[in-house]
């Protein structure tokens, strides 16, 4: 994985040191060939991003195969070589059309995802950081708009007791391992936006889909 310590520890020096967490989570056999079809360059890992708008709101997205009331907040992978802050502002661009500036490192999450009644386990770690636009840089304003059009069906602002509500509840439903896992990941950011201030409510959040440390 090259997302090290080393690379990582600018950001930490910068936007504070993360809350850690594991979490286990199962996985559909379908699932764990879409994780490891992720791997690219022997990629591990993800970048989430909760961006706030400064009215309560966060950025959220859609994928093509998402199923009807399932969004979630926006994420990818730093390239190999790529500065790590450079990376997930060029992630945040292009799934949300955003320019932003990152507030706050919140978590890392050491998932291992398993495969149901197959064997295969595959370790990964998301980093979740707080961010907001850079206004001067929005030639249309808070308007969202996916550069990444192939990956990303569409991108709307949404309030947190949405993303603790219908949209919890629909990722929910549909009973994926890969959903379960971005709701506890949902969960855990959304408490501590609340323990630093930076979303209304607060704090609180129940993890789901695994055990959380």
């Known amino acids: 994985m090259f997302l090290t310590a080393e690379k990582l520890a600018p950001l930490v020096a910068r936007y504070g040191q993360p809350r850690v967490v594991e979490i286990t989570e199962a996985v559909s056999p379908a699932e764990m060939d879409m994780v490891l079809a992720s791997r690219k360059d022997g990629r591990a890992h993800d970048v989430t991003c909760f961006i706030l708008d400064g009215r309560g709101r966060v950025a959220v997205i859609r994928k093509h195969f998402h199923p009807p009331g399932v969004w979630r907040a926006p994420s990818g992978g730093i390239r190999p070589g790529e500065d790590v802050e450079a990376g997930i502002r060029r992630e945040m661009r292009e799934e949300t059309g955003l320019h932003v500036q990152l507030l706050r490192y919140l978590l890392r999450i050491h998932a291992l995802f398993v495969e149901e009644g197959g064997g295969r386990e595959q370790n990964w770690v998301s980093h979740v950081f707080a961010c907001r636009p850079v206004y001067c840089a929005q030639p249309a304003g808070l308007e969202l708009r996916p550069e990444d059009n192939h990956e990303i069906a569409s991108a709307r602002w949404a309030t947190v007791g949405e993303l603790q509500g219908p949209i919890r509840e629909a990722l929910l439903a549909t009973g994926r391992g ?3 896992y971005r709701v506890a ?29």
């Open 185 to 213: 990941l949902t969960d855990l950011a959304v408490a501590e936006l609340r323990r630093a201030g930076l979303v209304p409510g607060t704090v609180g959040g129940t993890v789901s889909g695994g055990t959380a440390g």
């Open 178 to 180: 890969l959903f379960r």
